[in-house]
């Protein structure tokens, strides 16, 4: 996490993610760069515009200050004229952040970000790791000022839903913290009148079809998990059970009647996820 890159739209709710990336600041030497889209500007039709160009300032000044003032080197950026998604994901082709931290909702309305939106859309776009965080839930799944002590992995058997694992390893090394396995047996419709059964496999079963990844893990402590369920809904739930600080998973991974959809899973744990979410795209 030398280089995390935080794009903020001047609200209360878009700056909650600087306490999560307050708790990702192990490494002495981090740079944290904020970035702000503003909305284009025609000074010409409408003078007082350089208000927003000005208050975008002072926003990122202040932010600047108080992630400064706990040790981390920051710089900040304002860009205009734009769409928010596509600038973010441009200054980071340019840039190339070690991670993406935003939160999933901001302002909103005519003129301002529909923040929900352009956050799905960098996860389903970046390149570079994404770390999401709903504001609507800031006393749950990472308070300020906690360290990350639990990290949840959801993974549905293919070698792209495990390409998170290295990094997952580096984040895990550096607060010391441990890593949840979680395999999820998922739930079939009924097809016509005859239900479709599937018996759930055994913890030993699971161990052993999880147990390959430890490998990649080596260093963290690990545990394994299973729930009988639809996967999202699974992965909330577990994360609810064990307090996790952070649910990492990739954004895609094998489709089929046997294999997760995991970019609509990641968006759907990521619209109600009350913790932050560590995404990587697979491709």
């Known amino acids: 996490m030398k280089k ?46 350089r208000l927003s160009v000005l208050e975008a300032q002072r926003h990122l000044g202040a ?7 706990r040790g981390a080197s920051v710089t900040s950026v304002a ?31 005519l003129k301002r970000w529909s923040r929900g939106s352009v956050a799905e859309r960098v996860l389903r776009h970046s390149p570079f790791p994404v770390l999401l965080w709903n504001p609507f839930h800031p006393g749950r799944g990472g308070a300020k000022g ?12 293919s070698a792209r839903s495990a390409g998170i694992l290295p990094l997952v390893r580096e984040v895990a090394r550096s607060f010391g913290a441990q890593v949840v396995l979680l395999h999820v047996t998922e739930l079939y419709p009924a097809v016509g009148d005859v239900p479709v059964l599937q018996l759930p496999p055994t913890p030993a079963q699971v161990a052993r079809s999880l147990a390959r990844y430890r490998k990649v893990l080596k260093g963290v402590t690990v545990r394994i998990r299973s729930e009988l369920g639809t996967p999202a809904a699974s992965i909330l739930e577990a994360a609810r059970k ?17 294999r997760w959809a995991f970019g609509s899973v990641a968006e759907q744990v990521l619209r109600h ?10 491709v």
């Open 273 to 282: 996820c009350p913790y932050p979410v560590l995404a990587q795209r697979e």
């Open 63 to 69: 932010c600047r200050e108080e992630l400064s003032a």
């Open 242 to 258: 064990e307090k996790v600080d952070l649910i990492a998973m990739t954004t895609h991974g094998r489709s089929g009647v046997t």
């Open 79 to 109: 860009l205009a004229n734009g769409d928010p998604a596509g600038k973010i994901l441009e200054y980071a082709d340019k840039y190339r952040p070690s991670l993406i931290a935003m939160s999933t909702h901001g302002r909103t309305g």
């Open 4 to 49: 995390i890159l935080v794009p903020l739209d001047g609200s209360t709710l878009s700056d909650h993610i600087l306490e999560q990336v307050d708790r990702l600041l192990v490494r002495e030497d981090a740079e944290v760069r904020l970035l702000r889209v503003l909305p284009p500007v025609d000074y010409e039709a409408a003078p007082d515009q």
């Open 146 to 157: 906690r360290r990350i002590g639990t990290i949840l992995v959801p993974l549905d058997g």
